[in-house]
């Protein structure tokens, strides 16, 4: 259950309207958990990517190619093409014997709420 607000951000001299989507999400959700094999409450937070490991092989392999002199040795992407990146949501049983966590993905959004007020769908279109 996510609550989406339209906010008008740009009117074009076409009267077309640009439209952001704000994204709020509540901090509990009743949800099916798998290991309880029933709908349980689960604890919402953002899913966050883990810091890099040193000891990886692709990242060895890049920094033994880099010592030295020589300057860069690898392209570096400058293409970027996507403005947002696509919201993962961590669900977590709550559950004392389960704690089972999973993810889930939504949709793309500029602005990600976790537990804001609730409002209304408001688009203001001319």
Do not use: W
């Amino acid at each position: 259950m996510f609550y989406e607000t339209f906010v008008n951000v740009n009117t074009q001299p076409s009267g077309f309207v640009f439209c952001v989507i704000q994204v709020n999400v509540p901090k509990t959700r009743r949800t099916y958990c798998k290991k309880c094999k029933k709908h349980q409450p689960h604890k919402v937070t953002q899913y966050k990517k883990g810091k890099d490991s040193l000891y990886a092989q692709g990242k060895r392999r890049y920094d033994r190619k880099q010592s030295g002199y020589g300057g860069q040795t690898k392209p570096i992407f400058r293409k970027k093409a996507k403005t947002t990146k696509k919201i993962v949501l961590r669900l977590e049983c709550v559950e004392p014997n389960c704690r089972s966590k999973r993810m889930l993905a939504i949709k793309r959004c500029k602005h990600f709420e976790l537990g804001g007020d609730k409002k209304r769908k408001v688009c203001i279109c001319n």
